[in-house]
C-alpha cells in the first residue's frame, strides 16, 4: 500500500473538488490531439468525484506558452475532447483565476464539470506563486493531485496549492498512487533478472538514475544518443556522433562500477550512421568501431536490436526510458521500434518511462500490451533516482518517512 494520502479515504459528498490533471498532450499543426492518453487516464479520479455528487474544477497546463494567452495552448480541444469521452458536458473557462473562471465556478451544480483555461498563462504556477496558489485553493474545498506527470516540479497548482489544504482536504488521485506504486514496487521488489533498457540523447540527463539502476537492476542496456558518450570512454571513434565531452569520466565510472557489482553493460555493437540528421541524407551500417569521421550515429543498428532482444530474453521485469535513436524521422526510428517489440514479446512485467518512450511504444502499436506505461518521463527518472518529489512530499501520510 502506498504511503500518500488517498483520495478514497476523504469524505467528498457532494463538495466542490480542485482536481490537478496533466492533459499537456501531443497535438499536430491543426490543433489536433495526437494522443488522449493522458485524458483517458484521469478519467477515474474525475468519475469517482462525480459519483460521489461532488461538483468538479479541473486545472491542467499545456506546453510551455511564454507571456499569457496563446491560442495553440489552450485547453480548449482538451475540454471537448475530456466531454466526449465522459459524454457530459464540460464547461470550459476562458482565463484562469479571472471573472469568466470565478462566475462559472460560483455557479457549478453537484455532477457538473467545470475545467479553467491553461494554468502556465499565469506567469504565478510556473513561480510557484503562493498568491496563484490561493486563488486557485479558493476553487475546491478539496484538493486532488492526479499529475503525476508534473509532481518533480515545484509549481503553483503542485507544491504551494498544498499549504491551503489540511490532511482531511487534500490527497492523490488514483493515477497518481498507481504511478507511485508501480515505482515503488520496481525499485524494492522487482522480478529478476530485472533489466533497464536506458536511452535518449544526454548521459546528463540520466547520470543520478543509472547510478542508482546498478544497484538494483541485474542488466543494463545503453542506447540512444549517450551510447556514444560510453562508446567514446573506451576509445572508439564515434565520429562527429552526439558526445558529452565532461562526461567521459563519469561514463567509465559507471562502467567500471557495473563491473564490480557483477551487472552486464550493454552498448550498440553497430549503429545506422548518416553524415546529417535528415530524411534524404545516405545511410550506412557500421560497426561500433567503425564509425567514419564526419559521419555520425543515429540509430541502434541490426545487430544490435538481435543482441538486446537476447539480452531481454529471460527478463523478468523491464523497465525502458529514453528511445534507441532519433526515432522522430523514420530513417533513424527503426532500432527504438524493434526495441519496443522486443520488449512486448518477454514474459516480463514492463513499465514504461513516460515521455518520448511512451510516443514509441505508441508508434510500434505495443501500447496495449505492456504492463505499465508512465504518463510522467521526467517524473518517472527522478522517483527512480530516489528523489523525494515536491508534488508528492505534501501528500505524504505523517507516520511515514520516503522510500
Given amino acids: 500500500m502506498s504511503d500518500i494520502l488517498s483520495i478514497s479515504e476523504l469524505n467528498l459528498a457532494k463538495k466542490r473538488v480542485f482536481i490537478r490533471c496533466d492533459f499537456n498532450v501531443p497535438m499536430d499543426e491543426f490543433l489536433n490531439i495526437t494522443d488522449d492518453r493522458r485524458i483517458r487516464s484521469a ?73 479553467l483555461e491553461n494554468l502556465r498563462f499565469e506567469k504565478g504556477e510556473t513561480k510557484n506563486d503562493e498568491n496563484l496558489a490561493q486563488k486557485l485553493a479558493e476553487f475546491g474545498e478539496f484538493y486532488i493531485n492526479d499529475a503525476f506527470g508534473v509532481c518533480h516540479r515545484a509549481h503553483a497548482s503542485v507544491e504551494a496549492i498544498t499549504k491551503f489544504y489540511d490532511d482531511e482536504h487534500k490527497a492523490g488521485g488514483f ?51 549517450m551510447a556514444f558518450t560510453f562508446l567514446k570512454a573506451l576509445g572508439e571513434n564515434i565520429g562527429n556522433s ?51 569521421n564526419g559521419w555520425m550515429g543515429l540509430d541502434v543498428g541490426p545487430a544490435s536490436t538481435r543482441l538486446f532482444k537476447e539480452v531481454l530474453a529471460d527478463a523478468q521485469t523491464v523497465w525502458w526510458n529514453g528511445p534507441m535513436g532519433v526515432f522522430e524521422m523514420d530513417k533513424f526510428s527503426k532500432g527504438s521500434i524493434k526495441m519496443s517489440h522486443a520488449i512486448v514479446e ?34 518517472s527518472l527522478e522517483l527512480i533516482e530516489g528523489k523525494e518529489l515536491p508534488g508528492i512530499k505534501p501528500l505524504r501520510k505523517l507516520d511515514t518517512t520516503g522510500f
Avoid: W
Fill in 43 to 115: 478519467i477515474p479520479t474525475i468519475k469517482y468525484c462525480l459519483d460521489n455528487g461532488c461538483s468538479v474544477v479541473l486545472a491542467s497546463h499545456l506546453g510551455r506558452p511564454k507571456n499569457g494567452f496563446e491560442e495553440k495552448f489552450s485547453l480548449k480541444n482538451v475540454a471537448k475532447r475530456l466531454s466526449r469521452l465522459l459524454d457530459r458536458e464540460v464547461i470550459f473557462a476562458n482565463d484562469v483565476i479571472g471573472s469568466d473562471a470565478q462566475k462559472k465556478a460560483s455557479e457549478l451544480k453537484g455532477g457538473e464539470i467545470l475545467m
Fill in 242 to 292: 552526439l558526445l558529452e565531452e565532461d562526461l567521459i569520466d563519469d561514463a567509465l565510472a559507471i562502467l567500471k562500477k557495473g563491473k564490480e557489482l557483477g551487472v552486464k553493460i550493454y552498448l550498440p555493437v553497430d549503429v545506422v550512421a548518416a553524415q546529417s540528421f535528415s530524411q534524404d541524407s545516405a545511410v550506412k551500417y557500421v560497426a561500433a568501431q567503425e564509425i567514419p
Fill in 346 to 379: 518477454t514474459h516480463a512485467t514492463t513499465v514504461i518511462g513516460g515521455g518520448d518512450t511512451a510516443d514509441v511504444v505508441e508508434r510500434a502499436g505495443d501500447a496495449d500490451e505492456m504492463t505499465f506505461i508512465s504518463t510522467g518521463g521526467g517524473a
Fill in 175 to 225: 493515477l497518481l498512487q498507481k504511478e507511485i506504486n508501480f515505482a515503488q514496487n520496481l525499485i524494492k521488489r522487482p522480478s529478476r533478472p530485472f533489466v533497464a533498457v536506458v536511452g535518449g540523447s544526454k548521459v546528463s540527463g540520466k547520470l543520478q538514475a543509472l547510478h542508482n539502476l546498478l544497484t538494483r537492476v541485474d542488466k543494463l542496456i545503453i542506447g540512444g544518443g
